[in-house]
């Protein structure tokens, strides 16, 4: 009798782990020899737009921001099963065989829908999904100016400065010569 080698289904599956392992590795292995390792201060600082940082990264955020990315994600999937769902239970040919196919399929997505409504009335009763508000109020000072002198402020019309030559008594020739120069030089922050 002749034996037969073959491969169990764990044995398929422990080889497709190893040639991923293989895989990744290589890929690691090739970027460190390919990519260029030159750290600086500027590469090893945090990210923020293009910002300067202050301070440090490590700070905390207000738990309702991962509150509403559970939600989010809790109906992102809802979607995932209810499309299967919908084309299962327009399927006329099952239908046709059994009617309580589709009283089945309607009543089990009931109950998954509503499952999930249950769990936002939960959260909404909570108020997580109610952000901070700020109250608004109007904020009184012992100043002796009248409130008037400062609407009267708000209300003028902002006139840019404009250079010497637009108080001669001649025209100005350019539009060049209405624009003010920067009493300033712009510095920007090299690395």
């Known amino acids: 009798m002749a034996e037969t080698n073959m491969l169990t289904e764990f044995g398929k599956v422990l080889i497709f782990i190893i040639t991923g392992l293989l895989a990744v590795g290589f890929a690691f292995f090739v970027n460190k020899l390919i990519a260029p390792h030159k750290p600086n201060p500027e590469k090893n600082s945090s990210y923020e737009c293009g910002e300067e940082t202050i301070g440090n990264s490590w700070i905390q955020f207000n738990s309702r921001f991962y509150v509403i990315a559970l939600?989010?994600?809790?109906?992102?999937?809802?979607?995932?099963?209810?499309?299967?769902?919908?084309?299962?239970?327009?399927?006329?040919?099952?239908?046709?065989?059994?009617?309580?196919?589709?009283?089945?399929?309607?009543?089990?997505?009931?109950?998954?829908?509503?499952?999930?409504?249950?769990?936002?009335?939960?959260?909404?009763?909570?108020?997580?999904?109610?952000?901070?508000?700020?109250?608004?109020?109007?904020?009184?000072?012992?100043?002796?100016?009248?409130?008037?002198?400062?609407?009267?402020?708000?209300?003028?019309?902002?006139?840019?400065?404009?250079?010497?030559?637009?108080?001669a008594d001649k025209p100005l020739e350019t539009e060049a010569q209405t624009i003010a120069k920067p009493k300033f030089t712009p510095r920007f922050k090299k690395a």
């Not at 998954?112 to 009763?125: A, D, E, N, Q, R």
């Open 71 to 167: 939600i989010f994600l809790l109906f992102d999937v809802e979607m995932v099963f209810v499309f299967p769902w919908a084309t299962i239970f327009a399927d006329k040919t099952l239908i046709a065989q059994d009617a309580r196919w589709g009283w089945l399929a309607f009543t089990e997505m009931l109950v998954f829908i509503g499952i999930l409504l249950l769990g936002l009335v939960y959260v909404w009763k909570k108020k997580d999904l109610e952000w901070i508000k700020p109250s608004l109020f109007i904020p009184k000072t012992d100043s002796k100016i009248p409130l008037e002198a400062y609407q009267n402020i708000n209300k003028e019309k902002y006139i840019p400065f404009k250079n010497k030559l637009a108080y």
